[in-house]
């Protein structure tokens, strides 16, 4: 177990939500991590960790779609977006590429929610690890971490 898996597992006991931990081979594609979970692509949801002009984000995508990098900029009211580097991610939320969990205020980092994510009543995504993913319920996430809603997808 790692310790951001714990770190999230500490905030979701904490205000009493139901989740299930599910441990598979490790994946590097939101397809590969739904087979792995036996779920629907769909209600996976994909942590992107951007940085604008002047800060990184995370911007939270359902894992069946695409960031939009013009209606991104355009919500961060940037010029210029780029995806963070590996070490860049191993610095801001020590995880690789791919296991970026979709809980900005464990790394204190802004956030953005595309608003298509809460079309399902559950979401799955990896818990900062490529080997361990984490399933609850949408409206959970919604509440526990009040995120900023936008349309960020293509």
């Given at each position: 177990m790692t310790?951001?898996?714990?770190?999230?597992?500490?905030?979701?006991?904490s205000q009493q939500i139901s989740y299930e931990i599910k441990d598979h081979p490790a994946v590097r594609t939101s397809q590969e991590a739904a087979q792995a979970r036996g779920e629907s692509l769909q209600i996976g949801a994909k942590a992107l960790l951007?940085?604008?002009?002047?800060?990184?984000?995370?911007?939270?995508?359902?894992?069946?779609?695409?960031?939009d990098t013009k209606k991104a900029k355009?919500?961060?009211?940037?010029?210029n977006l780029r995806f963070a580097t590996p070490e860049e991610l191993?610095?801001?939320?020590?995880?690789?590429?791919?296991?970026?969990?979709?809980?900005?205020?464990?790394?204190?980092?802004?956030?953005?929610?595309?608003?298509?994510?809460?079309?399902?009543?559950?979401?799955?995504f990896n818990a900062g690890s490529l080997e361990t993913s984490i399933k609850m319920?949408?409206?959970?996430?919604?509440?526990?971490?009040?995120p900023r809603v936008e349309d960020i997808v293509e």
């Amino acid at each position: 177990m790692t310790p951001l898996l714990t770190k999230i597992q500490e905030l979701l006991d904490s205000q009493q939500i139901s989740y299930e931990i599910k441990d598979h081979p490790a994946v590097r594609t939101s397809q590969e991590a739904a087979q792995a979970r036996g779920e629907s692509l769909q209600i996976g949801a994909k942590a992107l960790l951007v940085k604008d002009d002047t800060r990184f984000v995370l911007l939270i995508l359902p894992a069946h779609l695409k960031l939009d990098t013009k209606k991104a900029k355009k919500v961060l009211n940037s010029r210029n977006l780029r995806f963070a580097t590996p070490e860049e991610l191993m610095q801001l939320v020590q995880v690789e590429k791919g296991a970026v969990p979709p809980f900005g205020p464990l790394f204190e980092v802004e956030m953005i929610v595309d608003h298509k994510l809460f079309e399902n009543e559950f979401i799955a995504f990896n818990a900062g690890s490529l080997e361990t993913s984490i399933k609850m319920r949408t409206q959970d996430y919604k509440r526990i971490i009040n995120p900023r809603v936008e349309d960020i997808v293509e």
